[in-house]
């Protein structure tokens, strides 16, 4: 791909301008050279028979800056069972879906988030927020509270999804991509500046974060309020082998 070509998608539609004009220089960075290798025709900005586009671009978690002032997210015993839940469904076949859910808690309290509440069910490949819900959830006299928004990524099962990755493997391996499931993607990034912009348009001074859960029992935060942060890190892979367990020993 041309320099030419990769600053066309870049500026082709008011999502793509926005997400690139609030990356942090280490993604940006990224992303270009990422989409230098890659060929130009397999992106809808440039050819309309393609099946991609910028947002498909995946972000490997770790290439993300460590947010220095977090501390390791915690969730109430509730919200853990949820996880745990889910965990199991995104690995079976015919749940292994994306799912997105509302996390809030209010900061004085021992648990980051206590509050876990169901948006919507998407495919095993995207999934969308409940905007209109999160207005008004925006609407309520929020303050000192911690707000995220959640959504799953589940494992390819029979066979593979139809991504960037699986089509370009070779080249995301170079910049430490893993298989599909395993990372964020510029879709993700992008949803939560969108809230961000929500929180500024209904004067709402708080930090929101996204929350991942992966098929491998990843579970990630991560805010892009100023420049992409990661917030938090940690596994349930670990309880989802001990659910396997009890489930045989019943």
């Keep these: 791909m041309t320099e030419e070509q990769m600053l066309n998608i870049c500026s082709a ?13 280490n993604i940006m960075d990224m992303c270009m ?14 050819n309309p028979d393609a099946e991609f586009d910028l947002t498909c671009l995946p972000i490997p978690y770790d290439k993300i ?15 853990k069972q949820e996880f745990k839940k889910l965990l199991n469904l995104i690995n079976k076949e015919g749940t292994n879906k994306e799912y997105s859910y509302i996390l809030a808690g209010l900061k004085e309290d021992k648990e980051n988030y206590t509050d876990f509440s169901p948006m919507l069910i998407g495919t095993n490949q ?25 959504h799953t990524h589940p494992k390819a099962i029979r066979e593979e999804h139809k991504t960037l990755y699986n089509e370009h493997k070779e080249i995301f391996e170079e910049f430490g991509v893993k298989p599909d499931g395993l990372n964020l993607s510029l879709s993700d ?11 500024k348009e209904y004067g709402k001074d708080i930090t929101p974060e996204s929350t991942v859960l992966m098929h491998d029992g990843t579970l990630i935060s991560f805010s892009t309020k100023d420049g992409i942060k990661l ?6 892979e670990q309880n989802k082998q001990k659910n396997k367990e009890q489930e045989l020993n019943l």
């Design 189 to 199: 990034i992008y949803a939560n500046q969108y809230l961000d912009l929500l929180c």
């Design 13 to 25: 539609n008011p999502t793509n301008r926005y997400i690139c004009k609030h990356l942090d220089d």
């Design 65 to 79: 800056n460590k947010d220095s002032q977090a501390r390791q997210t915690t969730y109430s015993p509730r919200v």
């Design 33 to 46: 050279d990422m989409l230098l290798k890659l060929d130009a025709n397999d992106f809808k900005e440039i």
């Design 231 to 236: 917030t938090s890190k940690q596994n349930f």
């Design 126 to 150: 995207a999934v969308d927020y409940d905007w209109e819900r999160i207005k008004i959830f925006l609407e309520e006299d929020l303050k000192d509270i911690n707000f995220s928004i959640f």
